[in-house]
T-cell receptor, first 109, second 117 residues
Framework: DAKTTQPNSMESNEEEPVHLPCNHSTISGTDYIHWYRQLPSQGPEYVIHGLTSNVNNRMASLAIAEDRKSSTLILHRATLRDAAVYYCILGTSGSRLTFGEGTQLTVNP | GAVVSQHPSRVICKSGTSVKIECRSLDFQATTMFWYRQFPKQSLMLMATSNEGSKATYEQGVEKDKFLINHASLTLSTLTVTSAHPEDSSFYIC?????????????FGAGSRLTVL
């Protein structure tokens, strides 16, 4: 499984943008980049995914580097409800997804 | 959107007994389901992959005779923890995938917290 590297923790202030980085230097050409988040005592929640182009949805934006060796999840205006562990995961079509340690995001009021 | 229901959300059992956890895809057919476990302050660990109508594929180090997985229909997978012991106490989470092509987006259940006394 291709490995991802994320900071252990990050902090943000409410209503400010948050940029969560992920390095994946060993990504293969068929790996999708997935982001999930997990609130305490809950199952993970899908956030966004992409392959080569930047992606936007109602929750977040995903910026993918041109060489695909890194990506950034962007929360445009953080709220207290965005405080969670964010996981960046690589996976090919039909493959299983394995989780790394993720980034604990703290949002300050 | 896709919804996965997991039941029970919490269960307490005595050591030596077996516990069954159900995972249902409510509004889609899940060709593949995955089972994870999570210990406090740790990440999710993939236990096994189950495909409807076939035997589950277990990750290295996961005892298949202890964690029985059945995926008898396209909407239901079950995990049975047999002869549970206190060290099996954990947060068990299932996820489901609709179809087998494309980006492989998973929908997760809310998790089942097992406490073995």
């Amino acid at each position: 499984d291709a490995k991802t590297t994320q900071p252990n923790s990050m902090e943000s202030n409410e209503e400010e943008p948050v940029h969560l980085p992920c390095n994946h230097s060993t990504i293969s050409g068929t790996d999708y980049i997935h982001w999930y988040r997990q609130l305490p005592s809950q199952g993970p929640e899908y956030v966004i995914h992409g392959l080569t182009s930047n992606v936007n949805n109602r929750m977040a934006s995903l910026a993918i580097a041109e060489d695909r060796k890194s990506s950034t999840l962007i929360l445009h205006r953080a709220t207290l409800r965005d405080a969670a562990v964010y996981y960046c995961i690589l996976g090919t079509s039909g493959s299983r997804l394995t989780f790394g340690e993720g980034t604990q995001l703290t949002v300050n009021p | 959107g896709a919804v996965v229901s997991q039941h029970p959300s919490r269960v307490i059992c005595k050591s030596g007994t077996s516990v069954k956890i159900e995972c249902r895809s409510l509004d889609f057919q899940a060709t593949t389901m995955f089972w994870y476990r999570q210990f406090p302050k740790q990440s999710l660990m993939l236990m096994a992959t189950s495909n409807e109508g076939s035997k589950a594929t277990y990750e290295q180090g996961v005892e298949k005779d202890k964690f029985l997985i059945n995926h008898a229909s396209l909407t239901l997978s079950t995990l049975t923890v047999t002869s549970a012991h206190p060290e099996d106490s954990s947060f068990y989470i299932c996820s489901a995938r609709e179809g087998s092509s494309g980006a492989n987006v998973l929908t997760f259940g809310a998790g089942s917290r097992l406490t073995v006394l």
